[in-house]
């Protein structure tokens, strides 16, 4: 049994196999960070840091591969101080298509990789990276309070991406219908990018777009900071900057 210690805590990785068939993936977390791979060998297996009084359970239930962590520690013993290192939870999996991925975190980073479609993803975060590289046929919904969100090479019908604090960077992106941006503060690149409308309304930080095509229309504002095009286009331009 492979054992890691973080922060002078004693974490055994775990393995749990999966023998049932699922369409769908949620997890609900506090503190790891969390990475989807594909399967060598077709069987489903999820990785967990654990320990004592942090264990996982991992189930199918409603067609459903559901990661809940069961947590028995005292609050003051969730205190501990910052690292760059988090415990990890990784999810290898036998298909590259599945219908729903839903995570909710508090803190981690989550990475998806292009091996991955799906007809919807939900993700949200309280302080944590999401790194997106998988296609969706319906809506792409990523919330991070304190962390940043990258997509890129991927299509989706809408892409709704929001980040308190942190930067936004989405790249080769064909979208049917809306991408819709929300900061509060943190910069906002977009690269290489066609859709129907382009969304955006931020508080604090500047936004920055190349090769830019919308059908319809750029609806931008921002309270604090510059909005800049290099080669775009749309029917309609809305552009509302205070300072």
């Not at 922060?7 to 990785?13: C, E, H, K, M, P």
């Not at 991406?161 to 080769?172: C, D, I, Q």
């Amino acid at each position: 049994m492979q054992k890691v210690n973080i922060l002078g805590t004693d974490y055994v990785i775990l393995t749990h196999k999966i023998s049932e068939d699922f369409d769908s993936i949620s997890i609900k977390n506090d503190t790891a960070d969390v990475i989807l791979m594909p399967s060598d060998d077709g069987i489903c297996k999820v990785i967990c840091y654990e320990h004592q009084k942090k264990k996982y359970s991992v189930n199918v239930s409603d067609n459903t591969l559901k990661l809940i962590p069961v947590d028995t520690r005292k609050w003051y013993e969730h205190i501990s101080f910052f690292s760059f290192e988090n415990p990890k939870i990784t999810l290898f999996l036998p298909k590259s298509q599945y219908n729903t991925f839903t995570a909710h975190q508090d803190t981690g980073n989550i990475q998806i990789p292009k091996d991955f479609k799906f007809n919807s993803l939900d993700i949200s975060t309280s302080t944590g990276n999401v790194t997106n590289l998988a296609s969706v046929t319906e809506t792409v919904k990523i919330k991070t309070s304190t962390g940043n969100i990258k997509t890129k090479d991927i299509s989706a019908k809408n892409i709704d991406l929001s980040v308190s604090t942190g930067k936004v960077t989405a790249a080769n992106i064909i979208a049917d219908g809306d991408i819709k941006i929300n900061v509060s503060t943190g910069k906002t690149d977009l690269t290489d990018i066609k859709c129907k409308n382009i969304i955006s309304n931020g508080d604090t930080g500047s936004m920055s777009l190349k090769n830019v095509i919308a059908d319809e229309k750029f609806s931008i504002k921002r309270s604090t900071g510059n909005v800049n095009f290099d080669g775009c286009d749309a029917a309609e331009l809305f552009i509302e900057t205070d300072t």
